[in-house]
């Protein structure tokens, strides 16, 4: 079987589509208005080509131009659109102005009728308007002619260490598929994989001196999680740690591994956002949710906020992925991402029925 052929829409640094191209996807193209994340995205996936543009802007006809193909080409096509209005009830989405990104979506896959989409958001989306708006996605997506499943996944269950809960509608193409339904694959993982786990290998360097971009490893892996991160990796980049300042590391040591604000004095519990700060990774459990900002979340043991690699570990990117830009650019790219393993579990279970429909 070739490859299957996938579009990314919204792609970011490029998380969804390393998930698909690791279960064996081609990705022709990735679009996203944000530089910095088309930069990360093009310099991990050089065959693929990158439009850097506000998806309104872009047409069905640019899309499969720059992408080099028909539309019958295209197996595929994956995103997470922003979701500014879909708060809004009484209104089909698809008509909300703000969810003009949404509809761009929509529209792409209704234009050129992939055999699957996959579009992934916040699973607050589900309860919107008691359900209205996850009902509204489906109809949309169901009067483009697909059979449309969702699910709440949590990263966890897929070998990503980190509690990361995500919304996923998957489409099949009835022309396609007749009346078939996706059926999302259970739990991979029955043992879960914790902050420990994934990271202590990383966990030489200093947060004293600043260190280049690109440095060599200095411990051996110890777990199977850190052997699959550093598959086909012979160097460490985006491992640079934050120097905070001597008060910062003060506060940040009266916290244990795992603890939050509740272990400092109650004169420092005033200050800003102090509910979400001064938080530590627990070594022992899948990280919290990677943001995209971390300044206020620490390293389980050191007294620093985590590096964009290390970042970029609990997200389940191996280390081969290397993130351009400035740091606190690659935080962003890394926290907005997909994380791969989960978006790998989803593609290979799609690739099964395609497997199904050939056979």
Known sequence: MSKLKIIDLFCGCGGFSQGFEQAGYSTLLGVDMWADATSTYQYNFPNSKVINDDITRVSTKQLLDVA????????????????????????????????????????????????????????????MAKGAVKDTVIE???????????????ADDYGVPQH?????????????????????????????????????????????????????????PETEYQKLMRMNSSKLWNHTATIHNART????????????????????????????????????????????????HFHYSENRVPTARESARIQSFPDRFRFLGIKTSQLKQVGNAVPPLLAQAIAEEIKKLLREEKA
């Open 68 to 127: 080099g193909v028909s539309a019958t080409e295209v197996d595929g096509i994956i995103g997470g659109p922003p979701c500014q209005g879909f708060s809004i009830s009484g209104k089909r989405l698809i008509d909300d102005p703000r969810n003009i990104l949404y509809k761009s979506f929509v529209e792409f896959v209704g234009d050129i009728q992939p055999k699957f989409f996959v579009m992934e958001n916040v699973p607050g989306l589900v309860s």
């Open 249 to 296: 590391k003060e506060i940040i040591a009266m916290v244990p591994d795992g603890g939050n604000y509740q272990s400092l004095p109650q004169e420092l519990w005033n200050t800003r956002k102090v509910h979400i700060a001064w938080t530590r990774m627990d070594s022992s459990k899948p990280c919290f949710t990677i943001d995209t900002g971390h300044n206020h």
């Open 164 to 220: 990361r809960r995500r919304v996923f509608f998957v489409g099949l193409n009835k022309k396609y598929f007749g009346n078939k339904t996706f059926v999302f694959p259970k739990p991979l993982v029955s043992e879960k994989v914790t902050c420990k786990d994934a990271i202590s290998d990383l966990d030489f360097i200093s947060d004293e001196v600043a260190l280049p971009d690109e440095i060599d490893y200095a411990l051996p």
């Open 140 to 154: 949309d997506f169901t009067a483009r002619g697909y059979n449309v499943s969702w699910s709440i996944l949590a």
